[in-house]
């Protein structure tokens, strides 16, 4: 059985259903060997990352960067993780009031000094909520997860 954590701060209403819709995708029936756990950033331990075999996180834009949860774990993780997980797979989901770039580029910066490996293109959900963003995390769940079960990364 592989490992699947999705390592996301939600916030609202709107950003809890995003990563519902993650888990749903990711728990879809056709997958049958991946196990998907949910752990909120602060209460997400190096430990969590250690034993999983890839990692969504999933965060708010938060003036132009990543919330202040998420980086909460990287700082208390990263020396724990350094070269203990090189080529980690992972992928990442923001919902973006603007544009995303910011969030993004932080989370790629701390996960390629990690030598994590991104394996889905980032999904930025810019702009206005938009009831599409959930279609759009439960292909980034349902992909992930089917991934990690054929063992493509």
Same mark, same amino acid.
């Given at each position: 059985m592989k490992r699947l954590v999705v390592i996301a701060?939600?916030?609202?209403?709107?950003?809890?259903?995003?990563?519902?819709?993650?888990?749903?995708?990711?728990?879809?029936e056709a997958i049958e060997n991946v196990s998907i756990r949910h752990v909120?950033?602060?209460?997400?331990?190096?430990?969590?990352?250690?034993? $999983?075999d890839a990692? %969504?996180? @999933?965060?708010?834009?938060?003036?132009g960067y990543m919330s202040g949860a998420l980086k909460d774990f990287f700082d208390r993780c990263f020396y724990d993780l350094v070269d203990k997980t090189d080529a980690k797979p992972y992928g990442v989901f923001i919902r973006a009031g603007k544009d995303g770039?910011?969030?993004?580029? $932080?989370?790629?910066? %701390?996960? @390629?000094?990690?030598?994590?490996?991104?394996?889905?293109?980032?999904?930025?959900c810019r702009g206005q909520w938009d009831e599409g963003f959930l279609d759009q995390?439960?292909?980034?769940?349902?992909?992930?997860?089917?991934?990690l079960e054929a063992e493509i990364f």
């Amino acid at each position: 059985m592989k490992r699947l954590v999705v390592i996301a701060h939600a916030p609202s209403s709107n950003t809890r259903a995003m990563v519902d819709a993650v888990l749903d995708g990711a728990g879809d029936e056709a997958i049958e060997n991946v196990s998907i756990r949910h752990v909120r950033p602060l209460d997400a331990r190096a430990q969590d990352a250690l034993e $999983a075999d890839a990692i %969504i996180f @999933g965060t708010t834009e938060n003036l132009g960067y990543m919330s202040g949860a998420l980086k909460d774990f990287f700082d208390r993780c990263f020396y724990d993780l350094v070269d203990k997980t090189d080529a980690k797979p992972y992928g990442v989901f923001i919902r973006a009031g603007k544009d995303g770039t910011g969030t993004r580029r $932080a989370i790629e910066s %701390i996960c @390629g000094g990690l030598n994590w490996k991104p394996v889905q293109e980032p999904l930025i959900c810019r702009g206005q909520w938009d009831e599409g963003f959930l279609d759009q995390c439960r292909e980034l769940g349902m992909a992930m997860a089917a991934g990690l079960e054929a063992e493509i990364f």
